[in-house]
């Protein structure tokens, strides 16, 4: 009798107390659940093992890269269901350990345990990098920029198109990825008030693309910072066929080794999230040693919101171990107060937590319409990755479970003439 998915079904809502907000799909071709809306495909019983043996978030990663588990239809839609069913119980939801002390929930993990085979605990997925302390050397950040952004080139230009930019896009109502990634860089210069004759120094340049566009449009000198080797490799072709090579330096370099200052003006986008919070005033102190008096600072981060008590903050076990291995993020306030502790004064905080929700739905459209093609390009496993990592962080921006800033930032001299107008802005 196929009923693998009634069995599953009836184990997950005694183990979380709730009914189970997606229809389920097993290996043996039984349904159960929810008649409408996304199916929750479980592929093959060997998902189950996982989550015995890796209990929440990173077994039911491990599940997913592996092609374990799947999503037959709208893969937003199941992934919202799911978020508030296991991702976003709140800081007050119980633990697995305090469920289990409920007879009726050991009886279900029981059930589960013999619905699941044999016990014994799968290999992870080959995607996953072995996860360990946060230390954040200079050895380390290389280990972790590499295996997030030295995986081929070609598979970037599939996800994010001919701009090559990596962070989030700055959105008209009727605008293309590209034009709205131009709009972000533009808007970036203007904030930095750039000049002809200036030096820009760019923190985690990436594909070139902002060091190229101030070099460009601006008339700027650039030095653009990476510790990925196929990035700068990349960057530096751009840069020649632009015919810039007299602007734009890149360098395969760590920012806390750039020695060349002072820079009139630096611009860090999407590269913070890297730092870490034990380094991250020496990061504000180190570009402000970089930066002239009077210089500015466009600081491009993603923010998590606050907790209550930030000692229980821990990094996701997900983007940990298959996206962004030793990043870390931090609420708004703290990158301020680090920015200004190093001795910058801070001008202006923008949130565009919209515009990154509109970006990530644009990359996966574009990973989703040439998906035999990314998979060619990386790995099955990897691909699966992009897509879950992108969409569900789509939906964490548009639900405010994190944010997106620009702060703008000035090393104002002791006289207190920062340089900037009495109003930097226009309202709508």
């Given at each position: ?7 599953l079904?009836?184990?997950?809502e ?22 409408e ?7 093959n ?22 092609g ?84 081929g ?10 701009s ?40 985690g340049?990436?594909w ?14 650039v ?13 530096r ?56 008096p009077?210089?500015?600072l ?83 496993g ?47």
């Amino acid at each position: 009798m196929a009923d693998a998915a009634l069995r599953l079904k009836n184990l997950f809502e005694q183990l979380l107390g709730a009914p189970l907000p997606v229809r389920i799909r097993a290996w043996d071709g039984s349904q159960a659940g929810p008649p409408e809306g996304p199916v929750l495909v479980v592929r093959n019983r060997r998902a189950l093992r996982r989550l015995l043996w890796k209990p929440g978030e990173l077994g039911l990663a491990r599940a997913w890269v592996a092609g374990e588990l799947d999503v037959d239809g709208d893969l937003y839609g199941a992934l919202d269901r799911l978020a508030g069913f296991i991702w976003e119980r709140g800081e007050d939801a119980r633990t697995l350990a305090q469920a289990l002390r409920d007879p009726d929930v050991r009886a279900a993990a029981r059930g589960l345990l013999k619905l699941a085979g044999p016990p014994i605990p799968p290999a992870p997925p080959r995607e996953e990098v072995r996860r360990r302390r946060h230390l954040h050397t200079r050895h380390s950040d290389r280990r972790a920029i590499s295996h997030h952004y030295d995986v081929g080139n070609d598979f970037y230009e599939l996800v994010l198109g001919p701009s090559m930019v990596y962070s989030c896009a700055y959105w008209e109502d009727a605008g293309t990825l590209e034009s709205a990634q131009e709009d972000k860089l533009e808007l970036i210069c203007r904030k930095l008030a750039l000049t002809p004759g200036q030096r820009l120094l760019d923190v985690g340049c990436g594909w070139g693309s902002m060091a190229i566009h101030a070099a460009r449009e601006h008339g700027v000198s650039v030095v653009g910072v990476t510790l990925s080797q196929e990035q700068a490799a990349y960057a530096r072709k751009r840069v020649a066929d632009e015919g810039l090579t007299d602007k734009v330096e890149i360098r395969v370099q760590d920012y806390r080794d750039v020695s060349d200052g002072p820079y009139d003006a630096i611009s860090s986008i999407g590269m913070a999230e890297h730092v870490g919070a034990e380094r991250y005033l020496e990061y504000a102190e180190n570009l402000h040693r970089l930066v002239k008096p009077g210089g500015r600072l466009l600081n491009h981060q993603i923010a998590r919101r606050p907790r209550r008590d930030e000692s229980a903050y821990s990094v996701d076990e997900f983007i940990d171990a298959y996206v962004f291995p030793d990043g870390e993020l931090a609420p708004i306030g703290t990158t301020v107060t680090q920015l200004e502790r190093a001795g910058f004064e801070v001008r202006d905080v923008e949130s565009i937590r919209e515009h990154y929700a509109l970006t990530l739905r644009r990359w996966v459209e574009r990973l989703e319409a040439d998906w035999d093609q990314a998979v060619r390009l990386t790995s099955p496993g990897r691909a699966r990755v992009w897509r879950l990592y992108m969409a569900a962080s789509a939906l964490a921006f548009e639900h405010n479970r994190i944010g997106v800033n620009q702060v703008l930032a000035v090393r104002t001299p002791l006289s207190g003439a920062s340089g900037m107008p009495l109003r930097s802005r226009t309202w709508n």
